[in-house]
């Protein structure tokens, strides 16, 4: 019997699901190695990730939990850990038409609106309006199926993902929050000797 594995979401390595330890971070919940978890959870003695934070306010706080039970507490912070990961899902899916800004302002202009009545509408400043109509502003996913909605264009178009070559499909298809912090430490050593 094969066992399923899952990947650390601070280094990448696949573990067996059944080793993998939940640890929350800032209100989100990861699932990590027992490596990333002995430099996660330091003895009390040690500077904590908090202290080192920018925001020394924010604590992190860890707790083991196997997979199965952090499946059956699938509630954090009043939102479903999957509904959370499936909307991040259907944001990579969708791209912003070229012409959006001038789709945006001859919909409204069709409606007899003025910019802040869609701002109004659409529950956003008008200036971040003004900004969009102008095209200095692309507005976010969920401002675009907004604007949809309200002003009944098209503003969205599914994302057209390219096809990976045999070489290029083996490769990461992800960065994993390891990654992201080493990256951000190498470009502050960069910034502090300059």
Known sequence: ?????????????????????????????LWVCNICYSKISRP??????????V??????????????QLQSHTKWAGQSISTSRK??????????????????RSARER?????????????????TIKRIESGKLRPTIDLAKRLEEVLRIKLLVPSVEEELGPREAHTKKYVTLG????????????????
């Open 1 to 29: 019997m094969k066992s399923e594995t899952i990947t650390c979401e601070m280094c990448g390595i696949q573990i067996p699901k059944n080793q993998a330890r939940t640890v929350y971070i800032e209100g989100t919940v």
């Open 44 to 53: 009390r003695g040690s500077t904590s990730i908090a202290q080192q934070s």
């Open 87 to 104: 909307k991040s899902q259907d944001l990579i899916k969708y791209e912003l038409v070229e012409d959006y800004a001038q789709r945006i």
């Open 55 to 68: 925001r020394p306010h924010i604590a992190v706080t860890t707790s083991v939990q196997t997979p199965q």
């Open 111 to 127: 409606l007899g609106w003025s910019v802040s009545m869609l701002a109004e509408k659409v529950k956003e400043s008008v200036t």
């Open 179 to 194: 990654e992201i912090v080493a990256i951000r430490g190498v470009e502050q050593d960069n910034e502090s000797h300059s």
